[in-house]
């Protein structure tokens, strides 16, 4: 038994309910009715190999070695019948975690299946600049939250808060920004996020501006748009701005 | 055969069909039969883009073209023969397309049926954190962040994409194999379960 786990490639698992599913199938086991004693010592037996290994990943090795073990415990209790309840078998919710997770990853072989199969095809996809665009900065019209957050990721990286040696308390609210970015879009159809950067000194107020365009935009009050990933976002006004 | 076209225009199917193409080669996302009765303008008598694509996919057919008009989320687009694959390759740096680790196909068949869903939900079924499948799938644009959970935390709710679609040549969600139909092929095969 030893001799064969190690012959198991420590990468091919994808977690402990893959390596569960690995030794289920291996030794034929029955998964309704899971011999307990003997998966928890192949188990362990891996686990200890994954330590030495430094693998970064055991903690949830350790985490289902420890439910595996808290069942073995459990199944070696005196069962008292209780009235006419249906004494519950401890494995259940692992069986069920089990057979869960062997849906989704026998369906992940049809997928390996249809991405071989589209592979070799590529799509016709027309040069991203459009000849007839007056305004070149509203390409992008379905901007996406996680592109705006991955363009604020990107704006806040080359943001360099100016030296100061003041220490002093910054104070700034979210209603106070939401307020703030009123006033200007008040004054001016369109805001350059980017541009808004340079008006502040510290990141603190750089975070919470955004926030509040978050907020802003939640409640339709602002709409953002951006040419291209990374790009700018330009904060205009949306469809309940002012109410 | 002709067509009727705003009340008063004619439309003879090679015209439309040279409308079509034009239309296939611009288009930055599947042609949907509504974005083509769009950009033909207001009218009341909408064409069936449908039938165009045959007429249009035959001709491709019998001209051997390297092309073809997939049917794909919701639309339709063109796309290459599999066979210029090795050439086509040589267009990128990388070396044609990268595939997706097990732990992302993982992770996309759980979004895939049981969207939305949170990372959470994720986590729990395949049992190990997904932070990294989840980014790689965001980056690639196959899934999608929409909104959040009503629930406390109010944790955030993935989807799948149009380019997951596109991806997998699909034409919507719902032409996935039922998860229980695959269950059935794989007991067919090593008839009994596991």
Same mark, same amino acid.
Request: net charge negative; glycine share 4%.
């Given at each position: 038994?030893?001799?064969?786990?190690?012959?198991?490639?420590?990468?091919?698992?994808?977690?402990?309910?893959?390596?569960?599913?690995?030794?289920?199938?291996?030794? /034929?086991?029955?998964? =309704?009715?899971?011999?307990?004693?003997?998966?928890?010592?192949?188990?362990?037996? =891996?686990?200890?190999?994954?330590?030495?290994?430094?693998?970064?990943?055991?903690?949830?090795?350790?985490?289902?070695?420890?439910?595996?073990?808290?069942?073995?415990?459990?199944?070696?209790?005196?069962?008292?019948?209780?009235?006419?309840?249906?004494?519950?078998?401890?494995?259940?919710?692992?069986?069920?975690?089990?057979?869960?997770?062997?849906?989704?990853? +026998?369906?992940?072989?049809?997928?390996?299946?249809?991405?071989?199969?589209?592979?070799?095809?590529?799509?016709?996809?027309?040069? @991203?600049?459009?000849?007839?665009?007056?305004?070149?900065?509203?390409?992008?019209?379905?901007?996406?939250?996680?592109?705006?957050?991955?363009?604020?990721?990107?704006?806040?990286?080359? =943001?360099?808060?100016?030296?100061?040696?003041?220490?002093?308390?910054?104070?700034? @609210?979210?209603?106070?920004?939401?307020?703030?970015? #009123?006033?200007?879009?008040?004054?001016?159809?369109?805001?350059?996020?980017?541009?808004?950067?340079?008006?502040?000194?510290?990141?603190?107020?750089?975070?919470?501006?955004?926030?509040?365009?978050? /907020?802003?935009?939640?409640?339709?009050?602002?709409?953002?748009?951006?040419?291209?990933?990374?790009?700018?976002?330009?904060?205009?006004? *949306?469809?309940?701005?002012?109410? | 055969?002709?067509?009727?076209?705003?009340?008063?225009?004619?439309?003879?199917? #090679?015209?439309?069909?040279?409308?079509?193409?034009?239309?296939?080669?611009?288009?930055?996302?599947?042609?949907?039969?509504?974005?083509?009765? @769009?950009?033909? *303008?207001?009218? #009341?008598?909408?064409?069936?883009?449908?039938?165009?694509?045959?007429?249009?996919?035959?001709?491709?057919?019998?001209?051997?073209?390297?092309?073809?008009?997939?049917?794909?989320?919701?639309? =339709?687009?063109?796309?290459?023969?599999?066979?210029?694959?090795?050439?086509?390759?040589?267009?990128?740096?990388?070396?044609?397309?990268?595939?997706?680790?097990?732990?992302?196909?993982?992770?996309?068949?759980?979004?895939?049926?049981?969207?939305?869903? @949170?990372?959470?939900?994720?986590?729990?079924?395949?049992?190990?954190?997904?932070?990294?499948?989840?980014?790689?799938?965001?980056?690639?644009?196959?899934? +999608?962040?929409?909104?959040?959970?009503?629930?406390?935390?109010?944790?955030?709710?993935?989807?799948?994409?149009?380019?997951?679609?596109?991806?997998?040549?699909? #034409?919507?969600?719902?032409?996935?194999?039922?998860?229980?139909?695959?269950?059935?092929?794989?007991?067919?095969?090593? *008839? /009994?379960?596991?």
């Amino acid at each position: 038994m030893k001799n064969q786990l190690h012959r198991i490639d420590l990468d091919m698992f994808e977690g402990p309910l893959d390596l569960l599913l690995f030794l289920i199938k291996r030794d /034929e086991l029955n998964i =309704y009715d899971i011999p307990i004693a003997q998966i928890t010592k192949d188990f362990l037996e =891996y686990v200890n190999l994954a330590k030495e290994l430094k693998l970064y990943s055991a903690g949830d090795f350790v985490l289902m070695a420890a439910t595996l073990m808290k069942i073995k415990a459990r199944m070696l209790l005196p069962i008292e019948a209780n009235g006419d309840d249906e004494i519950e078998d401890p494995r259940t919710e692992l069986m069920n975690m089990l057979l869960e997770y062997k849906r989704y990853k +026998e369906a992940t072989a049809t997928f390996s299946e249809m991405e071989r199969f589209e592979r070799p095809h590529y799509y016709h996809i027309p040069a @991203t600049w459009s000849p007839q665009q007056e305004d070149n900065t509203a390409i992008l019209e379905d901007v996406k939250l996680y592109d705006i957050m991955l363009t604020f990721q990107y704006l806040i990286k080359n =943001y360099e808060e100016p030296a100061t040696h003041s220490v002093a308390v910054e104070e700034v @609210t979210l209603s106070e920004q939401v307020g703030f970015l #009123n006033g200007l879009l008040q004054a001016k159809a369109k805001l350059s996020f980017a541009g808004l950067l340079e008006k502040f000194d510290s990141r603190l107020v750089v975070v919470v501006t955004f926030l509040a365009i978050l /907020e802003m935009l939640r409640n339709r009050q602002v709409k953002v748009k951006q040419s291209k990933l990374f790009d700018d976002l330009l904060i205009s006004r *949306g469809s309940t701005f002012g109410n | 055969m002709i067509y009727l076209y705003q009340g008063v225009a004619l439309l003879e199917i #090679n015209e439309l069909k040279q409308i079509v193409e034009a239309l296939l080669i611009a288009t930055p996302e599947p042609l949907t039969e509504a974005r083509f009765n @769009t950009c033909l *303008g207001d009218s #009341n008598s909408k064409i069936p883009l449908q039938e165009v694509i045959r007429e249009l996919a035959s001709d491709y057919e019998k001209s051997g073209r390297a092309f073809f008009i997939k049917e794909v989320a919701g639309g =339709y687009q063109i796309v290459t023969n599999a066979e210029f694959e090795s050439y086509i390759k040589g267009l990128f740096s990388k070396s044609g397309k990268l595939r997706l680790s097990q732990a992302a196909l993982e992770t996309l068949a759980i979004v895939s049926y049981r969207q939305p869903v @949170t990372r959470n939900d994720i986590e729990s079924i395949r049992g190990v954190s997904s932070d990294s499948s989840l980014r790689t799938l965001l980056d690639r644009k196959l899934l +999608e962040i929409r909104g959040r959970e009503d629930g406390p935390g109010r944790a955030l709710l993935y989807r799948t994409s149009t380019e997951f679609l596109q991806y997998f040549g699909l #034409n919507s969600v719902k032409d996935l194999p039922r998860l229980k139909e695959v269950e059935d092929i794989l007991a067919e095969d090593d *008839g /009994e379960l596991v």
